[in-house]
Each structure stands twice: as structure tokens, then as C-alpha cells.
């Protein structure tokens, strides 16, 4: 079975940063894409960055561009997203998402598999 256990979110203040992991099993990251995604209350879930190629390409939410990165380990299995200058409008819960269907990266319906989220609020 496919699994992404995500880890790392919490309570900063605007201006912080948090670093988001996401661990998976049954599936490797290699050369595959890898999204994080977020959802606040009464949104729509959004897609906010996603790693190609073993890392060679990303792609950013004009949204988080310049203050978020996101990178993976493909020893560890693991994706990362870096935060930084963290602002109140960034408050979500954050999921990790694989098994890519092919079309718009940032479209959560073209994703097979989801972890369980880890929140991030920031006041």
C-alpha cells in the first residue's frame, strides 16, 4: 500500500518558517511528481509546489514564489517544503500528493494518492 505521512506543521508567527516533510512508502518519489498542496477553511484545495525529475524541475503558486522551496531525498523517500516569511493568509492544512495522472500539476483531481495533512497556522 501506498502511504504519505506528512510532518513538521505547527503554530509560528508571521515572519517564521516551518519545514514540511513528507515521508512516503510503497512508492518512490524518483521520477515521479511530487506536489504539496493546502486547504484552508472554506477554500478550495490549492496546489502550492511540485518537484519533477528527481528534482531537476519545480514548479511554485505565484502565491508562495520567492518564499517557499521545495526539495526531496530520494535515499530517504522523502519530499520537503521549506517555508519562509510565513504570513496569516499561509494558515492551512498542507498535504502531500503523488501518483500523478498527467495534466495540470496544480489540480488535486490529478493526484491518486494523499497523506493525511499536517496543519500550519500562522498568527
Known amino acids: 500500500d501506498v502511504q504519505l505521512v506528512e510532518s513538521g506543521g505547527g503554530s509560528v508567527q508571521a515572519g517564521g518558517s516551518l519545514r514540511l516533510s513528507c515521508a512516503a512508502s510503497?512508492?518512490?518519489?524518483?521520477?515521479?511528481?511530487m506536489t504539496w498542496f493546502r486547504q484552508a477553511p472554506g477554500k478550495e484545495r490549492e496546489g502550492v509546489a511540485a518537484?519533477?525529475?528527481?528534482?531537476?524541475?519545480?514548479y511554485y503558486a505565484d502565491s508562495v514564489k520567492g518564499r517557499f522551496t521545495i526539495a526531496q531525498d530520494n535515499a530517504k523517500n522523502t519530499v520537503y517544503l521549506q517555508m519562509n516569511s510565513l504570513k496569516p493568509e499561509d494558515t492551512a492544512m498542507y498535504y502531500c500528493?503523488?501518483?500523478?495522472?498527467?495534466?495540470?500539476?496544480?489540480?488535486?483531481?490529478?493526484?491518486?494518492?494523499w497523506g493525511q495533512g499536517t496543519q500550519v497556522t500562522v498568527s
Open positions: 500528493a503523488a501518483g500523478w495522472l498527467g495534466g495540470r500539476w496544480s489540480a488535486s483531481s490529478r493526484y491518486s494518492y
Open positions: 518537484i519533477y525529475r528527481g528534482g531537476e524541475g519545480t
Open positions: 510503497g512508492y518512490t518519489i524518483s521520477g515521479t511528481i
